[in-house]
């Protein structure tokens, strides 16, 4: 309320004010993320600062996922992910204990579109979750004929997952 009566600051600094505020607050703002979730047509500044804020609430904002797959799907074309970098450190954050989150990380890793060093660190969060990132076998077996970084650390989480299903790649 108080950053209203400030007329320089518009609707979107006022979105990104606030979700830096909860951001702060850590995990004792954890039920204020179906207000995030809710949050319409959020721009770059504003998706971005709702990231940080769930990767810093941590694992108990797993229930912001559905937020990251909309974020992702705006972001779809953004060859640098600006916002999908703060997005991977937030899902190694908050998904190392969420099988929820492979979906997400595949999404980013699949996306040739992407930024390569983003599409690498996807991957490697992929593999520090081990057996939990099962399913993102193919995705990862796909890379493999990819740019040499993704695919040097899709390897490596073929191998952190340690399924025989990578066996063929």
């Known amino acids: 309320k108080r950053l209203s009566k400030h007329r320089y600051l518009s609707e979107r600094n006022l979105v990104s004010a606030a979700a830096r505020a909860l951001g702060k607050l850590g995990p004792k703002a954890t039920s204020t993320i179906p207000a995030l979730i809710q949050e319409p ?7 971005t600062e709702f990231v940080k804020a769930i990767g810093r609430i941590g694992p108990e904002a797993a229930a912001a996922l559905p937020l990251f797959r909309k974020i992702i799907h705006k972001s779809i074309g953004d060859r640098w992910g600006s916002v999908d970098e703060v997005m991977v450190d937030t899902l190694e954050k908050i998904g190392l204990q969420n099988n929820e989150t492979v979906p997400a990380l595949v999404e980013i890793v699949q996306d040739s579109n992407k930024a390569w060093p983003l599409r690498a660190s996807a991957a ?4 520090k979750m081990g057996a939990k990132a099962e399913s993102a076998i193919l995705a990862l077996i796909a890379t493999l004929k990819d ?8 390897a490596w989480a073929l ?3 340690g399924s025989i ?3 063929p790649a």
């Open 159 to 161: 191998g952190e997952i």
């Open 165 to 167: 299903a990578a066996i």
């Open 124 to 127: 490697l969060v992929l593999g």
């Open 147 to 154: 740019d040499a970084l993704v695919a040097e650390k899709a």
């Open 41 to 47: 047509d959020a721009d770059f500044w504003a998706d």
